[in-house]
């Protein structure tokens, strides 16, 4: 049984299939990647290097919420952004054509 759409079948579902999944294994990069960049960056501008407490303190961890926060509002401003300027340059040249 296959979780992904167009369920498991003939030898066309099977190439779509395998499709979805290379989409979906780019997906996941993607996303791996830039959780591990939010993380890489917040830490080091919300952390000490040299650790006091074994804990987060409150101070680091509002750090941490806002760095995160910001992260996510950047990124997703940059995203509707290029897909803004992908709509307007596909109006502009008729569409994509396959």
């Not at 099977?14 to 939010?38: H, P």
């Not at 290029?82 to 396959?98: H, N």
Request: glycine residues 12%.
């Amino acid at each position: 049984m296959s979780f992904l759409p167009f369920g498991g079948g003939g030898s066309s579902q099977q190439t779509i299939n395998q499709q979805n999944v290379a989409i979906l294994e780019q997906e996941y990069e993607a996303v791996t990647e830039t959780f591990n960049r939010i993380v890489d960056s917040c830490f080091k501008k919300c952390i000490p290097p040299k650790y006091i407490e074994g804990e987060l303190n409150k101070g680091e961890s509002v750090c941490i919420d806002r760095c995160f926060s910001k992260y996510i509002d950047v990124t997703t401003k940059i995203g509707e952004a290029l897909t803004k300027k992908g709509q307007e340059a596909g109006a502009r040249t008729g569409g994509f054509s396959v």
